[in-house]
């Protein structure tokens, strides 16, 4: 049976699990690219453990056919996981390295036992090749501080009134956190550990260079409404250039709150502000936002994926009841990612006509934030977008301030941003490191343009795959063929022209699928949509209940293999299909055991568009 989405739940007003539901949700591999590579075809496996005194050894036996030899090897069951784990994890080492990641702790994090592993693995993160930026929270310790002094903390919307008193406290405690998350990342690794690796005189140095300065320009907020904020700053410009000077000298960067005037001044700003606008700045892979909590929607599942669209959408339509959702839409404009009105009477929204959640030639307009036009003329490109004040604190909304910012920062060119539970023990690694991941993703790029396609396709369709029909890679089809088959055709659609395209046949009884004419235009290969076609293939499977994946092929069997699919026998096709093939091509057959989804999302019901699944 075809997977039915949930019914739509508003976020619930719970002190420990924030709430939030998405709508119309898709999965995705985490960090954007596929689940699966290829490797050497097994054709037996066998493991087996018994008990040596108080330690359980396991005894592997692994037949390779590729190589044409046996071998065998002992390890422990604590070992095994230990080379799996790094077996897996590595092309995620290959992908994060060098790039830049902005990570918000927040002040509730900052504030408990839990930076301590947060720091430890950024430090472990670092060393593989990874850049970082840390911005942390400092409201709680401000609060607490001014609570200590006999004055009680003014927040009016978003943003903190900031006082003679006020001020000097978010100085002493920048200086603080500052200091402790220096002090933190300056242990290097132990050094009994690594001796018997050769020489460790190198370990002896502090563990990770530190640096951090005047990287962030502000202005006064001023008077707004009648409101004088005092010492409040807004984020006036980010020095980019001299953060990236220190990450390229291997620095892991600590941005504070804190902003420096024209005049001289020393202002309190926001620090979802600060980060966000950092992150926009530098360009940064990714913004990490290390909070309190795991984002839950009603029926308790962890929410681990959202596209742009959807969070767009959950926040639009939160935007009477919440304010910091309201200033989100008035940021990036009053035109929203997807068509609001074609919404069903269950609330799920249907893929957007044009298939890439965006209308024809949609640009992302910015009224306050990534090109803000300040009234007099002047541009400042690397403003963020704050968050807090009482909305946030008191979580009424749950999560949905943090995912505001996701949301804005996505759409001003920042691909994924993660929102992750900081009391989870080394949540940065499982949330880097695994496919699905252990918090919430959202992604701007993940399946872009990617949709089912219409009878106004069949012509781009037909322009892709026509000269692969004609150097034989793919069989012929006439128009009627293609018609009749259209309702398994996936396409990619750029900027109103079909750039990709792929087709799934289920055999619903055998609980598999057949994979076909997969084609990528000559203008766009290289760029990953094979790959975004095949994923997003392989999560229709899962929703119609399909276990295996098959295909046949004569000249492409390399990217498939690449891609965890392995060779079989014609028996091993459904009878079926089986009837239809064209034995005188002397196709190859693969076949591809899908993964079990852990993502916890339930797949767009449109992907059942077609298929009987009674």
Not at 45 to 51: E, G, H, I, Q, T
Not at 54 to 82: L, M, N, P, Y
Not at 331 to 357: F, I, M, R, W
Request: aromatic share 8%.
């Amino acid at each position: 049976m075809a997977a039915s989405p949930p019914s739509p739940c508003l976020p619930l007003q719970n002190n420990h699990h924030r709430q939030l539901f998405p709508q119309n949700n898709v999965w995705r591999p985490r960090n954007g690219f596929g689940a699966s590579s290829g490797g050497p075809r097994l054709t037996k496996l066998s493991f087996s453990a018994v008990n040596s005194g108080s330690k359980i050894r396991g005894r592997c036996s692994v037949f390779s056919e590729t190589e044409g030899s046996a071998f065998e090897s002992s390890i422990s069951v604590k070992d095994e996981q230990f080379v799996r784990f790094f077996r897996e994890a590595w092309p995620y080492f290959r992908a994060h390295r060098g790039g830049t990641f902005v990570v918000i702790i927040s002040a509730e994090i900052v504030d408990s036992p839990y930076l301590d592993p947060i720091l430890m693995d950024i430090s472990l993160l670092h060393g593989l090749g990874i850049r970082f930026v840390l911005v942390p929270g400092t409201h709680v310790q401000i609060d607490r501080r001014l609570a200590e002094r006999g004055s009680e903390p003014e927040y009016v919307g978003r943003y903190r009134i900031t006082d003679s008193d006020s001020l000097e406290a978010a100085m002493d405690v920048a200086g603080r956190i500052r200091i402790t998350i220096e002090a933190k990342l300056s242990p290097g690794p132990s050094l009994c550990g690594i001796r018997r690796h050769g020489d460790n005189s190198r370990w002896h140095d502090v563990g990770v260079s530190v640096a951090s300065g005047n990287f962030l320009a502000a202005k006064r907020r001023g008077v707004v409404e009648g409101i004088d904020y005092g010492a409040t700053g807004e984020v006036k410009k980010i020095d980019d250039s001299r953060i990236r000077e220190r990450l390229d000298k291997d620095y892991i960067v600590i941005l504070s709150n804190l902003g420096y005037s024209s005049s001289g001044e020393v202002l309190n700003c926001n620090t979802y502000e600060v980060a966000t606008a950092c992150a926009l700045a530098l360009g940064a892979e990714k913004l990490i936002c290390v909070i309190d909590g795991p984002i839950r929607d009603e029926c308790g599942h962890l929410i681990r994926f959202l596209t742009l669209q959807d969070a767009d959408l959950l926040i639009r339509k939160r935007a009477k009841q919440s304010e910091i959702a309201a200033n989100y839409v008035q940021a990036v404009g009053e035109k929203d990612l997807t068509c609001l009105s074609h919404s069903d009477s269950n609330g799920s929204v249907p893929y957007p006509q044009n298939g890439n959640g965006f209308s024809d030639g949609y640009a992302a307009t910015f009224l306050n934030g990534v090109g803000f036009d300040n009234g007099n003329g002047l541009w400042s490109g690397e403003q963020g977008f704050a968050i807090g004040g009482q909305e946030r604190l008191s979580r009424l909304n749950g999560y949905l301030s943090e995912l505001a910012a996701a949301a804005f920062v996505c759409r001003g060119g920042v691909q994924r941003v993660h929102l992750i539970d900081g009391t989870i023990s080394g949540v940065l690694l499982l949330e880097l490191f695994q496919r699905d991941g252990v918090g919430t993703m959202v992604a701007s790029d993940l399946y872009e343009g990617t949709r089912m396609a219409t009878v106004t396709d069949i012509l781009g369709i037909k322009q892709i795959i026509q000269p692969l029909e004609e150097s034989g890679t793919l069989i012929r089809r006439t128009n009627e063929e293609l018609l009749k088959a259209l309702d398994s055709f996936i396409v990619v659609e750029r900027e109103g022209q079909i750039i990709a395209c792929a087709a799934l046949f289920p055999f619903l009884k055998e609980k598999c699928g057949e994979v076909s004419a997969i084609a990528v235009s000559p203008e766009c290969r290289g760029q990953g949509q094979g790959d975004k076609l095949l994923d997003y293939i392989e999560k229709k499977a899962s929703s119609l209940g399909l276990e295996m994946l098959f295909l046949l092929t004569t000249r492409t069997a390399d990217w498939f293999v690449r891609r965890g699919f392995s060779e079989c026998s014609i028996e091993s096709i459904p009878e079926e299909r089986r009837k239809k093939i064209n034995l005188s091509r002397k196709s190859k057959y693969y076949m591809k055991k899908l993964l079990p989804d852990t993502s916890g999302i339930s797949f767009d019901r449109v992907f059942a568009r077609g298929y009987d699944t009674r």
